[in-house]
């Protein structure tokens, strides 16, 4: 029962993220880059004390640190720049979708034979993101939003695949967040900036408690649980986001979101419990 419940804390902790930054950048509280920047800041600091706490050591100077922060910057800042249009559900469902298929090309790519199954299930989630990317008239999709999305799924994707094999991966994080928040302000250096008390506030909560304390919980519980079964409790994030946008921004559902998180969300389960090729 303990692990359920963690578990579905961090679900809520990952889904959090994209209504906070909804909140803050949408609603004007704070500038993107400003809000990606604190959010990054934050989390450096929680992830280091957490470090700390147990008594161990930042990696900041292995190779792998390269890759990993300049994909969690993409993704921190696309992340945020994409919100300032995009509605929290569909800015999830978006990220969701872009870091799965991502990562199951990558996979095809490197020679991880898929089975039928898994192309069937993967292209089914492809064919749930061009349902919610397609510029059908009256679409409320905006088209930079959503490739700022795209480019942060990927980013994400690319810091997914360089974290593999991690020995420790709360270090490896807390390093690559150290390592990115100067990387965070450098667009900040001679800018007008826009932030006020409560959109850093937003942000802070963000880095330090739903990023910074949900990856800590996640990694705390990753170990529990089967490789099919953590994939799939993922597939709740954009689900929550989704519903949460809908009560707490009053973002509109529409028949179109709803079919392509079907898709997406119905593609990939199918795709992740597929059992490996022979």
């Not at 963690?6 to 950048?25: C, E, G, Y």
């Not at 470090?51 to 922060?69: C, H, K, V, Y």
């Amino acid at each position: 029962m303990r692990l359920i419940l963690l578990t579905i804390l961090t679900m809520l902790a990952f889904a959090s993220n994209s209504v906070l930054n909804r909140m803050a950048v949408g609603g004007g509280h704070i500038d993107a880059a400003s809000f990606a920047a604190v959010r990054m800041l934050a989390g450096a600091v929680a992830l280091s004390v957490i470090l700390m706490a147990r008594g161990g050591a930042f990696p900041l100077f292995e190779r792998s640190r390269i890759i990993g922060t300049l994909s969690l910057a993409a993704y921190m800042i696309g992340f945020s720049l994409a919100y300032v249009s995009l509605d929290a559900g569909l800015g999830a469902l978006i990220l969701f979708g872009v870091v799965q298929v991502a990562m199951f090309v990558w996979g095809a790519v490197i020679g991880t034979r898929p089975t039928l199954r898994q192309i069937c299930g993967a292209s089914i989630a492809f064919g749930g993101l061009a349902v919610a990317l397609w510029p059908a008239e009256g679409s409320s999709t905006d088209p930079m939003g959503a490739a700022l999305m795209v480019v942060a799924g990927l980013g994400w994707a690319a810091y997914t695949l360089a974290g593999r094999g991690a020995k420790a991966p709360l270090a490896a994080t807390a390093a690559n967040f150290i390592l990115a928040t100067p990387l965070m302000l450098l667009p900040l250096i001679g800018q007008e900036l826009n932030l006020s008390a409560y959109g850093t506030v937003l942000a802070v909560v963000a880095g330090a408690v739903t990023s910074g304390l949900g990856y800590a919980l996640w990694y705390s519980v990753l170990p529990r649980m089967q490789a099919s079964t953590a994939a799939v409790v993922q597939l709740s994030v954009p689900i929550i986001a989704i519903a949460a946008g809908a009560l707490l921004l009053g973002e509109t559902v529409t028949l179109v979101i709803g079919l392509a998180a079907l898709l997406v969300v119905g593609g990939i389960a199918l795709a992740v419990t597929s059992r490996p090729a022979q």
